[in-house]
């Protein structure tokens, strides 16, 4: 008789509902991380198909037979790179000999004036180093500078007393 007076506690039944609500919410996030995940898989379905994978595969795998062959006559290339071609004869017509001297005049003002343009760079570096030279150059130069018109000053004024 008492369990059938007594019934529910309302502590229960509040407890009840929130345990079904927070699996209701589990559910709900569920869903939407498998609708992410669908929708992921639709976005990259193209990128992630065999067919395109297959394609790129070929493609690096072309590139990098190219490059290991590169990196096989790499001996031989050096050497053609290094080997000068100032001794071999160029085969050009005659009627383009006058614009060669004058291309080959204007190489060489181009290679003289490079160098100069280089050696400022490399001096760039040391420009600080440099100003504060001159900076120091400069204060002694005033120093000197005062000393002498003092010392001008005093052979003046020994000028006047040997006169005296």
Same mark, same amino acid.
Do not use: D, F, G, S
């Given at each position: 008789t008492l369990d059938l007076t007594h019934g529910k506690a309302q502590c229960f039944v509040k407890f009840s509902e929130v345990e079904r609500m927070a699996?209701?919410?589990a559910e709900i996030n569920e869903m939407k991380l498998k609708t992410e995940i669908l929708q992921l898989e639709k976005e990259t379905a193209d990128i992630?198909? @065999?067919f395109c994978l297959g394609k790129k595969c070929e493609i690096l795998q072309d590139m990098n037979r190219h490059l290991e062959a590169v990196?096989?006559?790499k001996r031989a290339l050096r050497k053609r790179l290094i080997k @000068?071609?100032?001794q071999d004869s160029l085969p050009i017509e005659a009627t383009f000999?006058?614009?060669i001297?004058?291309?080959l005049t204007d190489a060489v003002t181009f290679i003289e004036k490079l160098e100069s343009y280089l050696q400022a760079v490399r001096s760039i570096p040391q420009v600080p180093n440099i100003v504060k030279d001159m900076d120091t150059a400069l204060t002694r130069t005033e120093v000197l500078a005062m000393e002498l018109e003092e010392l001008a000053e005093q052979i003046l004024k020994w000028r006047e007393v040997q006169k005296e």
């Open positions: 699996n209701i919410q992630a198909h @065999p990196l096989k006559e @000068p071609r100032c000999h006058r614009y001297v004058e291309l």
